[in-house]
Structures are given as structure tokens and as C-alpha cells.
């Protein structure tokens, strides 16, 4: 939990103090994007491989490893003294979470029974990440502008020296895959390359443009990518991702719910930064206090429907938190040049927020019910990366929409950019909601605890989970 906190905090900060970070190193015209997006791709690219390996040598070990490698990091960005450094620190900063984040799952789902407690877990986890979010917008601004942008890293060096303290000690170790260990080089190297490439060309499309030959040829060659990937593991003696986990319609529902949440979230939390602080006029500090209530929100949200799922059951979860995010979104496209918080934001965020943590609780269950315990680190890292994928995507499209409709450099002009970026999120989010309808209502053996791709004979002697 404590890992996932740091990993939540150091993503969400950082936005925050780029600013300051362009200004002190020096960073060309539009390079301190990369302070973000050197992490978000070796993070994404990676956290299938990440996964794997906790199922391979062992999830205790490499989460231990993942964190003390991530607190290294940590310190290097804080020392850096050109923006080469610092983006070369955050590229392994972004390999060290790629293998913390799904390990951490992975022990997860190993200390707690499939079913009420895991169920109750994961809500704890959702509400643990809402937690970090508010953290960071709440003590961004005040580290930045008091104790400097470096803070903002070496924050994480006495988290990660508690869990590498107590961790040998508090943590379980997952099960490992019997017989002899292989990996599966070509496995990882294309779907890697394929997961880079998408998260890069997604990102950069807002600036390029959707149709510009960088994107096309790169979504091209990830599309390719990700098809040679399919092939390689068909054929594989020891493959990367064994293909029968995607037979299971909760796992590839849960997952298809996480990319549209990630989506709808990201993309929200976008747009409702560029209307505060340029249409309103909020400062970072002022920005991140008065939307800190989504946050909050999230985690009540969460803690909720952790209680309520081990009653009523996910797929009830998922549909009320598809209508929540929905309606919160469809009601901040209401936003007025001339508004205010209390008028335009409140209320349309306190909704949006408590969708965020029932979606979340939702998503993650289906997405990891039925796991195998031995491929419980990759079932992990195949959600995360999903989630990535989805707030790469979310990201690109509501900025690409808010500014094909911006129709000047005002208020109102602006404005009018927000409005339609807001309702491009609401869109991903009512899709999530027919998503949620059409595939979490299908009873299947990936439902009842199966693990994915297992005989149908098998379901009869489980207990359903989640019903």
C-alpha cells in the first residue's frame, strides 16, 4: 500500500512543479514534457514484463528490489543538474515502478483469499491511490514554491526506506512458477516496444496532430507490434502473456472497464485544470486545494464500495460508478467564462469523484478475479498497463477536442474549448457505462473464481465470487 501511495504521489506532484523545473534547468521550448512522459513510457512499456517476473522469481524479492531501485532514482532526479539527468532518472524511476506497482498486486492478491477480503483489499488499494492524488495536489504547490522542485523526489526516499525496513518481515511471498524458469525475451522486447510506441504516439498526437505522418506511422508499426506479439506467444513454449487468459469475459471486461475509466478520469482531471487555472485563474496552490474534493471523494467513493461489493457484488458497483462519473462530466460541461467553484466546479466534481472510486474497486476485481496464484504478477501488470494505455488515450483526445474548439484566446474562447473537452470525457464515460451492462452482466466461469482459460468442469467445485 505504502508503494502504490509513493507511485500515485510522484506521478501527480511532478505536474505541479514542471514550471519550476523548466525554469532551473533550462529545458527547450516544450522539452519538460518529457520530465512526464519518460516515466509514463518506460512505466507502461514495462509493467507486463514487471508482472512476469514477480510470477518467475518471486514477488516479495522483486517488489523489495523494484522499491529500492525506485528510491535510487528518486534521489538522482532530485540531484539532477541538467534536464539530461533528470530525464534519464525519470526513465528509471519509470522501470522500478513498472516492476513495483504489479508485484505489489501480486502480493496482494496472494495475502487475501479470492472473494469478501480481497475484494475488501483492493477497495483499500483504490482508496490508497485517491489518497495519494489529494496528497499531491495538497502539499505540491507549498514544497515547490518553499523547499524547492527537488523535494518533491527526495519526499520519497523515508517511504521507501519503511517498506524496505519492514518488508521482509510484513510481506508474504507469492507463489513461484514450478518447473524451470524461462522468460520469454522476444515476448517481452515486442510487446514493450508496442505498448512505448502506442502511450508515445498518443501523447504527441495533440501536438503533431492526429493525422501526421509521425502518428499514423507509429500507430501503424505498434498496431504491427502488437499482432507479431499475439504470434510469439501462440507459439511460445513459455509465453509472456499465456493468450487463454483473455478466454475469460470478466478479465477482458474488467480490463476493457479500466482503459475507459483511466480515459474518462484522465481526461476529466485535464480539461478541469486548464478551465480553473485558465479560465478562472487559479494559481497551483489554489488549484490543487479546491480540487482536492474529487480526490476525497474518490476515497469515500472506494471505501464504500469496498463494503458494498462483498454484499452486492461488483457488476452493481460498476454500473453506479459508469453513472457517476457520466453525470458528474455531463454536468461540468456546464462551465461559464464567467463561473466560479461553487456555481461550475463543486458540485460537478464531488459526482465525478465518487464515480472514480467505485469504478476503480469495480474494474480492479473483474479484471483480477480467477487469477492463477502464479500468474498473479502478470494479471497485475496487464491491468496497470491497461490503465495507462487508457490515460495516455484520455489525455490526448479531450486536449486534442478542447482545442479544436477553442475559439479564441479569452475566457469565453476558451471556455468553449473546455466545454467540448468535458464532454468528449462524458462520452468515454457513458461508454464505459454500456461496457459495464453489456460485459460485467455475462455470467461466465471468469465470474465465479475460474482462472482464466480453465475447464468449465472446474467452476462447479468454486464458490462465486461477486454475485
Not at 373 to 400: D, Y
Request: hydrophobic share 55%; glycine share 12%; charged share 10%.
Amino acid at each position: 500500500m505504502a508503494s502504490f501511495f509513493m507511485v500515485i504521489v510522484d506521478s501527480q506532484i511532478v505536474m505541479l512543479a514542471l514550471p519550476a523545473i523548466e525554469t532551473e534547468l533550462g529545458f527547450a521550448p516544450g522539452g519538460v514534457q518529457w520530465v512526464m512522459s519518460a516515466y509514463l513510457l518506460s512505466f507502461g512499456g514495462l509493467l507486463m514484463f514487471g508482472g512476469r517476473t514477480a510470477d518467475l522469481l518471486g514477488g516479495r524479492r522483486m517488489f523489495l528490489l523494484g522499491t529500492a531501485l525506485f528510491g535510487v532514482a528518486s534521489v538522482l532526479c532530485g540531484l539532477a543538474w541538467t534536464d539530461e539527468v533528470l530525464i534519464t532518472a525519470r526513465v528509471v524511476q519509470g522501470v522500478a515502478a513498472a516492476v513495483m506497482t504489479p508485484t505489489a498486486m501480486a502480493v496482494l492478491m496472494h495475502t487475501f483469499a479470492e472473494g469478501p477480503e480481497r475484494n475488501k483489499a483492493l477497495g483499500i488499494w483504490t482508496g490508497i491511490g485517491a489518497f495519494g492524488a489529494t496528497a499531491a495536489l495538497l502539499i505540491g504547490g507549498p514544497i515547490t514554491d518553499g523547499l524547492g522542485w527537488e523535494w518533491i523526489f527526495y519526499i520519497n526516499v523515508p517511504v521507501v526506506a519503511a517498506v524496505l525496513l519492514f518488508g521482509p518481515k510484513l510481506l508474504r511471498q507469492t507463489p513461484v512458477q514450478p518447473g524451470r524458469r524461462r522468460f520469454d525475451p522476444a515476448g517481452a522486447v515486442t510487446i514493450t516496444a508496442a505498448i512505448a510506441l502506442l502511450v508515445y504516439a498518443v501523447s504527441e498526437a495533440p501536438l503533431v496532430g492526429w493525422g501526421s505522418g509521425q502518428t499514423v506511422w507509429m500507430l501503424i508499426a505498434a498496431a504491427v507490434l502488437f499482432v507479431l506479439f499475439t504470434v510469439i506467444e501462440a507459439r511460445s513454449k513459455a509465453p509472456l502473456v499465456p493468450l487463454r487468459i483473455f478466454r475469460s469475459p470478466t478479465v477482458v471486461g474488467g480490463n476493457i472497464l479500466m482503459a475507459i475509466v483511466a480515459m474518462a478520469v484522465y481526461g476529466g482531471a485535464l480539461i478541469t485544470s486548464l478551465y480553473a487555472q485558465q479560465v478562472l485563474g487559479y494559481s497551483a496552490v489554489k488549484f490543487g486545494l479546491s480540487t482536492a474534493v474529487y480526490a476525497v471523494m474518490s476515497i469515500i467513493g472506494a471505501n464504500v464500495s469496498a463494503r458494498l461489493v462483498a454484499k452486492v457484488g461488483y457488476k452493481p458497483i460498476a454500473i453506479t460508478g459508469m453513472a457517476l462519473l457520466s453525470g458528474g462530466l455531463l454536468l461540468l460541461t456546464q462551465i461559464d467564462p464567467n463561473g466560479g467553484y461553487w456555481s461550475d466546479l463543486f458540485f460537478g466534481l464531488v459526482i465525478f469523484g465518487s464515480g472514480i472510486g467505485s469504478t476503480n474497486v469495480a474494474a480492479s476485481i473483474a479484471s483480477l478475479t480467477g487469477a492463477r496464484p502464479e500468474e498473479s504478477g502478470l494479471v497485475s501488470g496487464i491491468n496497470n498497463a491497461v490503465f495507462q494505455i487508457g490515460a495516455a488515450l484520455g489525455i490526448a483526445i479531450a486536449s486534442s477536442v478542447a482545442f479544436a474548439y477553442t475559439t479564441g484566446t479569452d475566457a469565453a474562447g476558451l471556455n468553449d474549448g473546455f466545454q467540448a473537452g468535458f464532454l468528449a470525457t462524458a462520452v468515454f464515460a457513458l461508454v464505459g457505462l454500456v461496457t459495464a451492462l453489456l460485459l460485467l452482466l455475462h455470467r461466465s466461469s471468469g465470474q465465479t473464481g475460474t482462472p482464466a482459460g480453465a475447464p468449465q468442469e472446474e467452476s462447479a467445485q468454486r464458490v462465486p465470487v461477486g454475485h
